[in-house]
């Protein structure tokens, strides 16, 4: 087994926490310089970046005399809003007299779970490559609903990771790596060099953000990397406020926690349909259905369909559960939920004479799904429990 971050890595995701560039008065200039001077170095060396940058929130609420993490959604909203400018000034002002361009790009879920929006945000990025222009990625925080959000830049940094088609995708925090317990509340912790693959018990071992300014902490760093291990890129995860620490990772000094890839990479429209595209309902399958899926490999029929739950469009992605609800795998589906209701449990052949029309024999192509384990685990979203948070 490969137990080495790949070599030759030319493409680059990094992933900038709240906790590094910025503390409760707002951005910190001196770390923005390391990291600035740092990625200069990089790109100076061929590298091409492409940095997810958080902080637009932190940079923005001492102007709404926030202390501490905002405590409604308009509020978050708003400073995002004083400081996505900021933040975007401090990256210019840093890396502009070194002749390096920037563009701001704010993404929502939406934009990458629609596949028109998501090749389209792919050409950008990558016309801002060719021309030597660093990209410097956010959530679009002031216009986002709760159910149109990433949640996190972790995972954002993770879909930009695929959408780049990256080979290495960094995360800087305020902690060296992963450690076996939180350090904050653990003292004899210890750093994990080398992550292989993520499984329960690395999972077990990472808990949520220790700091009012990030958020998620090790879990949604993890998961993230897990996503970005399905789609065949690395993950390390750094202290960012270690000055220099970026440029010895890159001169292959031991540093951080390296998450290896996953041997079976997930083909990049595959690992959109399980990461990217939000589900919009579910298909129960019959016995029949579920071996053919699972196990032979084979798209889902009507015939195989018991009952169908939610509303959903053409094109839409939904769940394909057992009759206990268990989701066994993703996939987009042909027909919508209006038209599905009057062909389930019907053979192939049928369709045309009961719609009038057929889109194919198959409710969902098997090119189109993704199996168990590959899909993401469901957890909370942490912002999006707190009390009193409400659109
Ligand atoms: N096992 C762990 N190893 C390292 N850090 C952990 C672990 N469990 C929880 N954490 C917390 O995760 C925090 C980093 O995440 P977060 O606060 O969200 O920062 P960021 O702004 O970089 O995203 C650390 O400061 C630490 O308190
Ligand atoms: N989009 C938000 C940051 C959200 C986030 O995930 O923060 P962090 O855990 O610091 O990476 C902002 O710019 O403030």
Redesign the pocket.
Known sequence: MKKQLPADIRRVVIKI????ISDETGLDNKMLDAICEDVHQLLLRGHEVILVS?AAVAAGKADLGISGRPQTIPLRQAAAAIGQSRLMRAYKERLRPHGHKVAQVLLTRDDLANRRRYLNARNTLMTLIEHQVVPIINENDTVVVDELRFG???NLSAMTANLAEAGLLV?????N?????????HHD?RLIPTVEQIDARIEA???????S?????????LKAAKQAALCGTATVILN?RVPGNLLRLFNGEPVGTSILPAQDKLAARKHWIAFTKEPRGRLLLDAGALKAVCDGNKSLLPSGISAIEGRFERGDAVRLCDLQGLEVARGIVNYAEAELQQILGRKSSEIAAILGYKYGDEVVHRDNLVLQPELPDEGSDPEMSEPGEKN
Request: charged share 20%; glycine share 22%.
């Open positions: 926490g709240s906790t590094v958080s996190d830049n972790d995360i800087l925090s305020d902690v790596g992963l450690y076996d317990r939180d350090p904050g509340r912790a071992m990472a808990g949520e953000s220790g700091s300014l990030g958020t998620g902490g090790m879990a949604t760093k960012g």
